[in-house]
């Protein structure tokens, strides 16, 4: 399949699981790859990433919407699987799509829900996390490529919030045992001469 179709996939898929979740009344944004695609460059990503912002406790209505947009949950035992790791994988059987949803309701991750920037997919709204909040994303991942995604999306939007990511990494930093976020963060803004 040429990349047309295959973002044309992607695209239904968002807009499907956008109008779902809307409707529902269930928050999100959409992180990851597809919003990586968003800000940054064009990049082959096999899944979508989505964070919900809602608690594992009603896991059994987010069943019934992935029933509805037909998504197939991946763990045999759903309940237990989602309670400890946060996360519910699901593939879309005919495109071999596989979504993660990401149940997360600290108080970051609810902030930045509200601050998602809504995009028409297919004449559907669809809530991507705002620039800012992909590259917290990505630096908290840290991997290379993670690292060289965000090199990338501070290159093609030089007017990020700056001051709001460092705020969030230092906070970050205070709560984990990296310590090392907003140094990473600043590294990235150098090189990228920002």
Request: net charge negative; glycine share 4%; with cysteine.
């Amino acid at each position: 399949k040429d990349c047309k179709d295959t973002q044309f996939m992607f695209e239904e898929i968002l807009a499907k699981i956008g109008d779902s979740l809307s409707r529902n009344n269930i928050p999100y944004m959409i992180i990851g790859g597809q919003a990586v695609l968003l800000y940054g460059e064009p990049r082959l990503t096999r899944d979508i990433d989505i964070t919900l912002g809602v608690n594992t406790d009603r896991i059994n209505e987010f069943l019934a919407i992935l029933k509805e947009i037909s998504l197939k949950p991946l763990p045999e035992d759903i309940e237990s699987f989602v309670k400890q790791t946060m996360v519910l994988p699901a593939l879309d059987e005919t495109t071999g799509i596989r979504v993660d949803f990401i149940f997360s309701f600290t108080s970051y991750e609810t902030g930045a829900i509200k601050r998602a920037k809504k995009i028409k997919i297919l004449n559907q709204e669809v809530c991507f996390a705002s620039v800012e909040d992909v590259i917290i994303h990505k630096i908290f991942a840290s991997r290379p490529r993670d690292l060289e995604d965000v090199r990338t999306i501070i290159l093609k939007n030089p007017e990020i919030d700056v001051q709001y990511i460092r705020n969030w990494l230092k906070e970050f930093d205070v709560s984990s045992d990296k310590k090392d976020f907003l140094k990473t963060f600043e590294d990235i803004l150098k090189i990228a001469g920002h």
